[in-house]
């Protein structure tokens, strides 16, 4: 004879003792670098049916803009600011600052949709050093996310606040000198 469990119905409530929380990862340097171990995760993990958008705010070149993102197979989106240069001074003129602010609200608003399981903000530390992007709204940003999303920040000079809430940290060092 089969002892019978006292187990809850499917109906009923069932409540776990805790939710899946998405992470803030971190990967920085002391100079500007093409993150590729950051690239390759978000190309695997959209591959395995996850969406994944990826932003930069500041490469430009090829005016894509939020209006037209690169759509790699049918789970990651990848965004540049719409300017015709990649940024890499403070100094911005009206066109290309009223670009890089509209790709960060436009970022904000389709991470606060939760369409996106996956979303990497590629130099934002840059933009915020530059003072491009205020590092409160940033700091905002990360605690008003839907829960369930993970976010990866790189870029050099990473801010301390911003390393104070990251779950993860990887710093890319040369450990040889040319």
Excluded at 20 to 32: A, D, K, Y
Excluded at 36 to 54: N, W
């Amino acid at each position: 004879m089969v002892a019978q469990l006292d187990t809850p119905s499917i109906n009923s409530t069932l409540s776990l003792p805790y939710s899946v929380q998405g992470l803030v990862q971190v990967f920085t340097s002391s100079h500007r670098n093409f993150f590729t171990s950051v690239m390759s995760q978000a190309l695997r993990i959209a591959g395995q049916g996850t969406p994944v958008l990826i932003v930069q705010f500041l490469k430009g070149g090829i005016r894509q803009g939020k209006d037209k993102p690169i759509q790699m197979g049918q789970n990651l989106d990848w965004i540049r600011c719409d300017l015709p240069r990649c940024i890499d001074t403070p100094h911005l003129d009206e066109t290309e600052n009223q670009a890089l602010q509209q790709l960060w609200q436009y970022t904000q608003t389709v991470v606060s949709e939760g369409k996106y399981s996956l979303v990497v903000l590629d130099e934002l530390s840059l933009a915020i050093n530059f003072g491009l992007i205020p590092e409160a709204e940033v700091l905002e940003f990360l605690t008003k996310r839907p829960p369930h999303v993970d976010i990866i920040l790189s870029g050099p000079e990473m801010p301390k606040s911003l390393l104070d809430v990251a779950d993860q940290i990887t710093e890319i060092r040369r450990s040889h000198q040319p």
